[in-house]
């Protein structure tokens, strides 16, 4: 029996990166897994190769958000797991960012969660059974880089509303976690070092060199870990936002 034999999972966010990864590992421990993304062809391919089920949604949109998870109780009857792992991570610092490039942080990195959340929840709460969240966040929510500043607004944002939740739904048995991931290997870390930090096709060689453990952190690590929180071997744990990071936060030299 896998961790998650027969549990129902909603990957947000599930077409690349972090999200694809959760997707592999979900599968592998016997969910039945939903993702979503916003590029179709993409998320056809990924459903094709994985077996997962692909729905389109554009996360931006409360509506979309909250309707990825009717989706799936349309389709299972129920949602038993949910993971936030959409993100958006373009550039900006306090005096740069456009009220754009803020609202455009807000929609994906906070409110999108939260109504994918107070769906699937509601399902729960009123199915009168327990589930689980993980929400993916980040390290930089501790105040993160100058050029950060609508990211970690909105990311720290969604720090509070997990341990707000999670206190909420205590005695309904719904446990609300999140990991604040560091500096992770992604096509989409990747994508963004080239465009905002012109890097090169050695850009993985010097960060590895730069970080204590020597290597950034992996998806499938990252991937393993969420299946943890989200599965009953991860026990009573709730309200808990970790750090998955090589970054001892408050650590001086």
């Known amino acids: 029996m896998g961790l998650l034999q027969d549990k129902v999972v909603l990957v947000n966010g599930g077409s690349q990166g972090v999200g694809a990864g959760v997707v592999r590992a979900a599968l592998r421990e016997g969910a039945r897994v939903v993702f979503t993304g916003r590029r179709t062809d993409a998320g056809e391919a990924f459903a094709k190769e994985t077996g997962a089920v692909f729905v389109r949604a554009d996360l931006a949109d409360p509506a979309e958000a909250r309707g990825s998870v009717e989706q799936v109780v349309d389709l299972h009857g129920r ?21 754009e490039l803020f609202d455009a942080h807000v929609a994906i990195n906070l409110r999108a969660p939260f109504f994918a959340m107070q769906a699937a929840v509601r399902n729960m709460v009123d199915r009168g059974a327990p589930g689980t969240v993980v929400n993916i966040i980040t390290s930089s929510a501790h105040g993160g880089q100058p050029f950060l500043a609508p990211y970690v607004a909105a990311k720290a944002g969604l720090v509070g509303l997990t341990r707000n939740a999670a206190h909420a739904h205590r005695w309904d048995r719904v446990r609300i976690n ?57 026990g009573v744990v709730t309200g808990s936002v970790i750090d998955w990071d090589q970054i001892v936060f408050g650590g001086l030299d």
């Not at 936030?84 to 991570?89: F, W």
């Open 79 to 99: 949602i038993d797991c949910l993971v936030n792992a959409a993100g958006l991570t373009s550039r900006g610092s306090l005096l740069d960012t456009t009220l």
């Open 178 to 234: 999140g990991l604040n991931i560091g500096w992770t290997d992604t096509e989409g870390e990747d994508a963004v070092q080239r465009a905002f930090h012109g890097a090169g096709d050695d850009w993985r060689d010097k960060a590895a060199e730069a970080v204590p453990m020597g290597k950034l952190g992996q998806v499938d690590e990252i991937a393993d870990f969420v299946v943890f929180l989200l599965s009953d071997r991860s």
